[in-house]
């Protein structure tokens, strides 16, 4: 999909932290053909406590709604023990508060949905490379 498959990430692990099951599928076919290790989690708590047991992630794609923590607080959380972990938010809005409060919180990149598959890329592979 958009030249995934040029992209070799088989060493990587992606965290896809999503509640909407459609995008959550969309992020996977995208990443799959990148060879990169893909697990998925539905809200902010759940991200936390996969992070803490997979401190060795490389990078999240963190949505910023999301049910039970929001995605700018589990962020701070999951910075404030494995501040190396490379986190981009992701959300419909584009404001420019909306990329204040993901930087304030942690967060090492921001995009825009819906997502471009070859932005999408090419953003994580500025962090992966």
């Not at 700018?72 to 972990?85: D, G, L, P």
């Amino acid at each position: 999909m958009d030249n995934a498959s040029s992209y070799h990430w088989n060493e990587k692990q992606i965290l896809v932290v999503e509640d909407d099951e459609s995008s959550a599928f969309l992020l996977g076919e995208i990443l799959r053909e990148t060879g990169a290790t893909v697990n998925y989690r539905t809200d902010g708590e759940a991200a936390v406590a996969y992070m803490r047991r997979n401190p060795g992630t490389d990078l999240i794609l963190m949505d910023v709604l999301l049910p039970e923590m929001d995605g700018f607080s589990a962020t701070r959380k999951i910075k404030s023990f494995a501040s190396n972990v490379i986190i981009i938010a992701q959300t419909a809005y584009a404001f420019s508060v909306d990329h204040e409060q993901a930087r304030d919180a942690g967060c090492d990149g921001f995009l825009t949905k819906p997502l471009v598959p070859a932005v999408l890329l090419d953003k994580i592979d500025r962090f992966l490379s």
